[in-house]
């Protein structure tokens, strides 16, 4: 667990981590490769590590220097796929698509990941039918198997990620034309396409959300790609500069452009953001805070991967904050954690709460729900008075890197210890 004391003298710059949310849909996308690929800026998070575990049980080879990942999946079989591993992580149903492509079969359980509530997986089993796979579920596990079809296709992957992503993959290497409507846009997903075009598909997205992919006869089996530095994290940061920094903190590789709307949210709540220079920005600490109501969306919108540490943000806004969370129904629950130290929060429903600010909060034994509400139990325990102590660690090592060691470079006084 990690053991946090107040810490609201921050100060200096930190350098965003490449993005969890893209690199995990390449590593599935390099099986439907079969080459070697060469990933710079791979952030070294609990998430990857496990995804790259089930790649090497599948047979592929990689070795890290740095951030920088070679991945040699040219000999895969799915004799061995380990499925233990694959219940640790929700994004193993990234695996779908490409081993369906080369192995026209697999078995796997139904992937766990984070606590966020009942997340179906509907779109993925329906767009991948669409394409001539026939599926039968268990209580357990979702058992796949068929051969794509031989004409041009419509599929509808319903806004959501990842089920834009392995109907992606799933259709570069078949060779017809694909019509993915209703897709995600997200910059993981955007990642995604760039690395799929660097190794020769043809793809392209119209401006209604609407991906047409154009099927190749092969990929190119050796080249390098870069991944894009993680939105979320900035975003996290950004709150860490609002309330914590001794005058301002400087975020690099900020990902300005994809965060428009979260910073806008920032700014009407009083945060002052100033742009420094190529995709670095200056936060400084909020003297006064107000109210701001916000509504969890799809891309450009509010982030709800954001939508937790910003409920921090709005306990030391002056006023009633309203949060209304449209896409998960199990995210606001870390709310109880936030009043264990003295927050004021009111959960109307699943899908949305109330925060009354402005409340001094107090240090005390809490938990992480999830990833990011994790992480916004971490920044509340640097806020509070005295001292936080936050369990379940594992879930905030999953997906920020260095996330301890960042803060203490900041002068944070954070110590992971046994619980
Ligand atoms: N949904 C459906 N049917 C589907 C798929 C999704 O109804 O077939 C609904 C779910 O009920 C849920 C919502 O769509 O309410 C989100 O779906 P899901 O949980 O499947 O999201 P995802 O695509 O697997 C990605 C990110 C999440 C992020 C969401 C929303 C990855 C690996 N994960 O999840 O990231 O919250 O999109 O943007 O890209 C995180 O990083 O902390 C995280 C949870």
């Not at 031989?150 to 570069?172: H, P």
């Not at 965060?259 to 670095?280: F, H, N, P, Q, W």
């Not at 899908?351 to 938990?367: D, M, N, Q, S, Y």
């Not at 660690?393 to 803060?407: D, P, T, W």
Request: hydrophobic share 45%; proline share 3%; charged share 20%.
């Amino acid at each position: 667990m990690y053991r946090i004391k107040t810490s609201d003298h921050l100060q200096g710059s930190v350098t965003m981590s490449g993005s969890k949310n893209a690199t995990l849909p390449i590593l599935a996308a390099c099986i439907l490769v079969r080459g070697k690929v060469v990933l710079h800026n791979v952030p070294k998070i609990g998430d990857v590590m496990t995804f790259l575990s089930i790649i090497e049980t599948l047979g592929g080879i990689y070795d890290f220097n740095g951030n920088t990942l070679a991945l040699d999946t040219s000999n895969l079989d799915i004799v061995h796929i380990n499925a233990d591993m694959i219940k640790k992580i929700r994004a193993s149903i990234l695996l779908l698509s490409p081993i369906l492509h080369w192995f026209g079969s697999i078995e796997i359980p139904f992937p766990w990941g984070c606590n966020l509530g009942k997340r179906p997986i509907d779109a993925h089993l329906s767009g991948l039918s669409r394409i001539g796979y026939t599926y039968t579920q268990s209580e357990k596990s979702i058992a796949i198997s068929g051969k794509a079809l031989d004409w041009d296709i419509e599929l509808d992957a319903g806004f959501w990620v990842t089920s834009t992503e392995n109907l992606i993959v799933a259709n570069v290497l078949r060779k017809w034309c694909s019509t993915i409507h209703l897709s995600a846009i997200e910059p993981h997903v955007m990642n995604l396409i760039d690395f799929l075009r660097a190794a020769g598909a043809n793809i392209k997205i119209r401006y209604n959300h609407t991906i047409v992919i154009e099927g190749v006869d092969s990929l190119k089996n050796e080249f390098d790609f870069e991944i894009i530095s993680d939105y979320i994290e900035s975003g996290t940061f950004m709150i860490i500069g609002a309330l914590l920094s001794e005058e301002y903190l400087d975020i690099h590789h900020a990902r300005i452009d994809d965060l428009y709307a979260y910073m806008d949210k920032m700014r009407r709540a009083g945060v002052r953001i100033d742009v420094i220079g190529e995709d670095s920005v200056r936060v400084y600490r909020a003297q006064e805070l107000c109210k701001v109501d916000i509504q969890t969306n799809i891309f450009p919108w509010f982030p709800t991967d954001l939508q937790s540490p910003f409920a921090v943000l709005l306990t030391q806004a002056e006023g009633v904050s309203k949060i209304h969370e449209i896409m998960f129904e199990g995210r606001l629950n870390f709310l109880v954690e936030l009043d264990k130290m003295r927050g004021h929060t009111a959960i109307l429903n699943p899908h949305e709460a109330l925060i009354f600010g402005k409340t001094p909060l107090r240090g005390a034994l809490v938990t992480s729900w999830d990833l990011r509400a994790g992480v916004a139990m971490v920044i509340a325990g640097l806020l509070a008075k005295w001292e936080t102590l936050v369990t379940n660690i594992e879930y905030i090592e999953r997906g920020y890197e260095n996330f301890v060691k960042k803060l203490q470079s900041l002068g944070a006084l954070i110590e992971v210890v046994k619980e």
